[in-house]
């Protein structure tokens, strides 16, 4: 039997997929909404702080892809619920932590603005709803150096536990048996994949996970499937990464 953090992650992304589906079939009116808040003009946003500042909560809410811009997903806000559960990400190895948190797309290091939203592929048919990936994506902005300073810790981490770790999220545990590369992805400054896999009971899981870097921003793409395996969201790290600057 898987563990109840398998569980809940197939449950969940089973879930949204169809809760996805679901508005991308109904009411066009949703539109960009479920992305985010309505986009500010950037020139206001720059001009307001120095570029060593972070941006706030509300600026990288602007930031985010929106359902125009992935077509081919339907999307939609991340809830407080799933920022909280992704905030008590931990492990049982200190150097391994901010990779954890990366995979649950909580924040690494101290980022002084945050936000997020899902993704979910848009199936053929309604059947392969439950093969679609699901991509969490979170932003976090930082002061001076912060956003470096996070990026090099996550690629440390990735080098440290490459041979597993065990990943904590509110209250339930997962096994990693292993980090590997992932394939490789050109965005932004600087930017890592890789491909986290879980064994439990002999049934394999993976989340693929990709981190760029542009600026002092960091975007954080965790993908997972309903069937337990993940592709990565070539698409949705493409527009997001673009519409960075």
Known sequence: MRS????????????????????????????????????????????????AKGKTDAELVALLVTQTELPTHAVRAATPAELAAAASAGSDKP??????????????????GR?????????????????????????????GKGAEAAFASVKAAATACAGGYTGSQAGDSLKIAKVVPGAPVTAGDE?????????????????????????????TFSAVSPSGSAEQPKAVVEIQAKKLG
């Open 115 to 143: 936000a997020g939203t899902k993704a979910v592929a848009l199936p053929k048919s309604v059947e392969g709803v439950l093969g679609a990936t699901v991509t969490s994506i979170a932003l976090a902005s930082y002061d």
């Open 95 to 112: 150097e391994c932590l901010p990779l954890v948190k990366a995979q649950s797309t909580a924040p690494v290091g101290t980022p002084v």
């Open 191 to 219: 930017a890592l994949a890789y491909t986290a896999v879980a064994d439990v009971d002999g049934e394999k899981a993976s989340t693929e996970l990709v981190v760029v870097r542009k600026g002092n921003i960091i975007a």
């Open 4 to 51: 109840t953090l398998v569980r809940r992650t197939v449950l969940t992304a089973s879930a949204v997929s169809l809760v996805l589906l679901s508005t991308a079939c109904g009411s066009g009116k949703a539109d960009d909404k479920v992305g985010g808040a309505t986009p500010t003009p950037s020139g206001a946003a720059s001009s307001a702080a120095p570029a």
